[in-house]
Every structure is written in C-alpha cells, then in structure tokens.
C-alpha cells in the first residue's frame, strides 16, 4: 500500500496502460479535443468521455491494474440486465448529463446539487483499489474520485446522522432492466456515518482517468474498498442523512445472504458458497484462485471501525 508520492499512482503499476490510454484518447480525438465529447469505444459502445485532471491519492495498492476492456465489460449493474456484458451493451440509454443529486435529511446544506458543482471544488485523485465482487471474483481498478468525508462535508450532516442513505436513479425508459423485478427499485445502498466519513471511502467520478463509462456506473457511484462490490452504488441520484439504519436493495431481496455492513470476510461464507478465496478476472482459465484478505486488505485501516462487533452476526 502506498501513500502520497506526487505521481499518478496508476502511472507506475502500470505504464503500458498509460501509454495506451494516451493513444486511445489521441486516436478518438479526445487529446486535442478540449471539453465534452462522444468517443466510439471498444465493443461499439458510444459514451460521452472526457479526459480528467487528477492527482496520485492515498491508499493505491500495487497489484497490476485490470485493463479498461475488462473494467468497462464485465460489470454488474442489474438496471441494464444481469449478464455480465448486458451493461456495456445497454447502457448508452442512461443520459447522464445534466445530471442532479437531492441532498437531504440530517445535514444543515439539504438541496438539489448539480454534479458540476459537487465535482468543480475538489481534487480528483487516481486511488488503485482492490474490487472484490461478493460472487467471489476480483479485479484491480485505477479509480478516479473524490473523498467521500471531503464530499459530504459541504452539505454539514448534523450530530442526528448516523447513516448515509445513497440511491440510483429510478427511471425504467432510460433503464430498462427496471422494467423486470430481479431488485427492489431503485438501488438503495448505506453506510455508517463512520464508514462514509473514512478516508478510504470515494465517491467516484472516473476510471483510467477519463470519466466513468455509462456501465460502470457514470456519472458518480460509491466505492468502499474494504466491503463486497454490491455497496458501490451506481449512477447516485439521492444522498439522505438519516437517523435510522436505511433498509438497502440486497437485505430486502435476500437478507439470509446479503447484511448491512458486507464486509469482505474470507471467515464468514456466503450461505451458498465460500467466501474465502477469489478469482482474479483476467487471470485465464485454469489460474488458481487467490486467499480472500480480511476487509479485502485494508484491515490496518478500517479494522477500528468495527472492535468489539460480532461480523458472524453483523455480515
Ligand atoms: N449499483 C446499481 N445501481 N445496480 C447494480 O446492479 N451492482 C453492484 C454495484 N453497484 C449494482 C450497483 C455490484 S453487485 C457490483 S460487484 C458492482 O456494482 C460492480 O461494479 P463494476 O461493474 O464497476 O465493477
């Protein structure tokens, strides 16, 4: 785990995605091209992506980064179908500019925010995180984002927030796996106040340094790094600080199998199958998989957030 060192921290794990990506983005017009603009993007996807002014942030791990074909085409995002590639696919429907966040609840600063004026005043950093999918499978992705405690800050959630209530966008025209019931609608994740505020928890805005393609969750979505893939929230539309537990989309539809907190935990099996090694996308076939790490590897950091918990109980 590295902290601040001045450089992009993906720049370094890998170098050979950098270079790529400078000749992506030159050869679909998007260096020279200043602003917003429609970039055709590998598997005939066509997204609105924009190159991003970022920083190295904190916390990067120095496993090698998966590569933009596999971040942006094996995703979960149940609005768009539930196959694996149904995301990049279908997700061009979503329009995600302009794009507004309610802000609301237990906070000082409720409002409608336009994401310009969430994003304008920060620093995006590139965090390389360890993403580890509850159906036991793993990437490494160069996220970009903000902080999330820099984020929330500005809407001054008052002594009575305890949690962060987060949802995505219910719109079944623009998402047309709404129309199927495979979820409760609209995606409803949350955390602990604690746990939004640390410093490891991003909203993010960006991958590779360019804007979030429409199926990893475009134009803002959450990532915890140290909980199951299912709390990064996809395509935000609604913040609300709450007094309450919020009831989130996955403990409605199977509470047996998916809790509240969803930290990855190589010692407590999912009730169907074993939580305790992973497979590696992009590894091959026959790769073996790897130990699932405690809090997926940032037990130093987040370990505190839970003494004196029984996580058997609190899965
Ligand atoms: N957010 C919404 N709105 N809908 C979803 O179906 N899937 C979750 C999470 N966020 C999901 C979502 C799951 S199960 C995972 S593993 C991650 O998104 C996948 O993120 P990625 O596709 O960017 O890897």
Not at 257 to 282: K, L, M, T
Request: overall charge positive.
């Amino acid at each position: 785990m590295r902290k601040h060192n001045g450089i992009r921290s993906w720049e370094i794990t890998s170098e050979s995605n950098f270079l790529k990506r400078r000749d992506f983005l030159r050869e679909t017009g998007l260096i020279a091209g200043a602003g917003l603009a429609a970039a055709v993007l590998p598997g005939g996807l066509t997204a609105g992506v924009r190159d991003l002014e970022t920083v190295a942030g904190p916390y990067s791990t120095d496993e090698k980064p998966n590569s933009w074909e596999e971040v942006t085409t094996y995703n979960n995002f149940y609005e768009f179908g539930t196959a694996k590639d149904d995301p990049q696919r279908n997700a061009h429907s979503l329009v995600t500019s302009p794009w507004t966040v309610k802000v609301s609840g237990e906070c000082d600063k409720p409002g409608d925010y336009h994401y310009e004026d969430l994003v304008r005043p920060h620093v995006l950093e590139d965090r390389v995180y360890r993403h580890r999918c509850v159906e036991a499978w793993s990437m490494v992705v160069p996220w970009v984002g903000i902080p999330m405690p820099d984020l929330l800050k500005h809407f001054a959630p008052n002594s009575n927030a305890k949690y962060v209530r987060f949802k995505t966008l219910y719109d079944p025209k623009q998402m047309p796996g709404q129309r199927r019931s495979v979820l409760k609608w609209p995606y409803v994740e949350g955390l602990t106040i604690a746990e939004a505020m640390h410093p490891l928890t991003l909203m993010v805005v960006g991958v590779y340094g360019r804007t979030l393609p429409n199926q990893n969750g475009a134009p803002l979505r959450l990532i915890v790094p140290w909980k199951y893939g299912f709390k990064g929230i996809k395509s935000i539309v609604e913040i609300e600080f709450t007094r309450r537990r919020p009831r989130t989309s996955w403990e409605l539809s199977a509470p047996r199998e998916y809790g509240f907190y969803a930290n990855v935990n190589p010692e407590v099996d999912h009730p169907r199958w074993s939580q305790a090694r992973e497979r590696r996308i992009g590894g091959g076939l026959f790769a073996a998989k790897q130990p699932t790490l405690m809090f997926n590897g940032y037990a130093d950091e987040v370990g505190e957030l839970y003494a004196g918990l029984d996580l058997r109980k609190n899965y």
